[in-house]
């Protein structure tokens, strides 16, 4: 095992914060990161470099967004270009339909895209435009699924209420923002169907996460997406996919490239731009054509932003070079790393389980696989955590949660690094008597 490394730098940033900023983080998923929330100095390919010049393999790519790497030379020269010129304009730029051609070629499904600046808003977008284009006020989410922090969304399952009548996950949403949502178990194309049913003639659309990226990297069973894809043809209901995590990472079109399922709608974000604050929605003509026709009102101060419009034209550029060349590589060196892993965990005993992509995947210590992403909130990851926090040691950053990301900046070397580091600290946990093997869950 390495020496301890230090974070006393990052914990007196943190501690200042705490003085004027809430839980000292501007995004409440950070403040659970242990021994401290990290604060950082740089990033350059797979690595970050933390306040303490503490250096690491990094696998949280600023939660997704850094599909290139960090500060890849490409993109650094065309934000600097751009950024030369103008900041913003809050007018129209040639960048804006460069990227917007581009998305509509590559994303199944994709005629006509706006630009907005977060994953959150995208969504908003996208559920305004299928409520106005159906005229009707239901959205069936699924249990275990994120679609960001807005009040009408951020939902959990009612185990005691009325059937699919969701919970606020929030203290604050607004009375009755939830009125108009259901949350369903996903994966389970009956219980849909019924909802449907039920509700016939209100269902507006069906938002999904085409792969439960947040919800354990669990799987769309077989034929359910194309099963959601003839429900809501049946039920004048459109069909979502919400890309934030999946676009242009698991494929260049996308979840509905890798599963073949044509979405009504589509939200994009994170890799879209490599770190620059650009979401989008994609869609039919006649659905988005209602913004043309100026009956769905759709704004921002920032939508459009030239600079991260001209990080969403790189990023698209590199990823498209040779074929999708980088993305093929990034499964590839996402397997390796899973099954590296699994391997480690096999040779100590405990049971790792490995679900997702190779690009996006979660890693769990439990003897069967989650299930259902619903599962994801009765899981126990405290041991798991521990090994995640003494990876730090070993100079591996990951979300002390489970997921993974890959990067077109890992190499080989970093995942064979990575998988002995994880040897090391299984060893050294095992050294310290911490509980593992079978009763490890
Ligand atoms: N949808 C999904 C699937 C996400 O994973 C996220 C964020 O992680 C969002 C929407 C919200 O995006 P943002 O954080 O950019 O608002």
Redesign the pocket.
Known sequence: MSEPRSFATSRTLWQRANQVMPAGVSSQFRRFHKPVPLYFTRGFGSRVVDADANEYVDYTLG??PMILGHSHPALVKAVCEQMALCQTFGAQHALEPKVAERITSLCPGSERVVFQT????A?QMALRLARAHTKRPLIIRFEG?????LDSVLAKPNPHGPKGQPLPTSEGQAPGALADCLCLPWNDLAVVEQALHEHRGQVAAVIT?ALA??GGGVWPGKGYLAGLRSLCDKAGALLIF?E??TGFRVALGGAAQLFGVRPDLA?Y??ALASGFAL?AVGGSAHVLDLVAEGRTFQAGTLNGQPVALAAAACTLNELCRDNGAALVRIEHLGERLQLGLRSVFAEADVPLQTSGHGSVFWTFIAPAPLGSPAALSRHDGTLYARFAERLLNEGVLVMQTGRWYVSAAHSESDIDATVHAARRVLCSMRADGLTLGASAH
């Open positions: 939660w997704g977060t994953g959150t808003e969504v699924h994120y679609h960001g922090w996460e990226a947040n919400d934030v995590i939200v974000g994170k979401s």
